[in-house]
């Protein structure tokens, strides 16, 4: 199942199937590890849903909603 990694809950976990969006900011992911193929599991959420915290490649990563927006993840159901 394919869901965008802005609409994961505290907890839940899933693999990066793609990242789309403008050459800047995909490219900014891409330095950050978020890459196809990784693991990112959902540690934190903001009272607001503004910025999410997330564990990927053994540390941990704060996203804006914008940049969690445009990460298309692979999870299980």
């Given at each position: 199942?394919?869901?965008?990694?802005s609409?994961?809950?505290?907890?839940?976990?899933?693999?990066?199937?793609?990242?789309?969006?403008?050459?800047?900011?995909?490219?900014?992911?891409?330095?950050?590890?978020?890459t196809?193929?990784?693991?990112?599991?959902?540690?934190?959420?903001?009272?607001?849903?503004?910025?999410?915290?997330?564990?990927?490649?053994?540390?941990?990563?704060?996203?804006?909603k914008?940049?969690a927006?445009?990460?298309?993840?692979?999870?299980?159901k």
């Open positions: 199942m394919e869901v965008k990694l609409e994961f809950q505290v907890g839940q976990s899933g693999r990066v199937k793609s990242v789309f969006g403008e050459s800047k900011l995909k490219r900014r992911l891409f330095d950050m590890g978020v196809p193929g990784a693991d990112i599991k959902l540690i934190k959420l903001a009272p607001l849903g503004d910025p999410i915290e997330v564990t990927i490649r053994g540390y941990q990563l704060s996203l804006r914008a940049e927006e445009i990460v298309t993840m692979e999870v299980e």
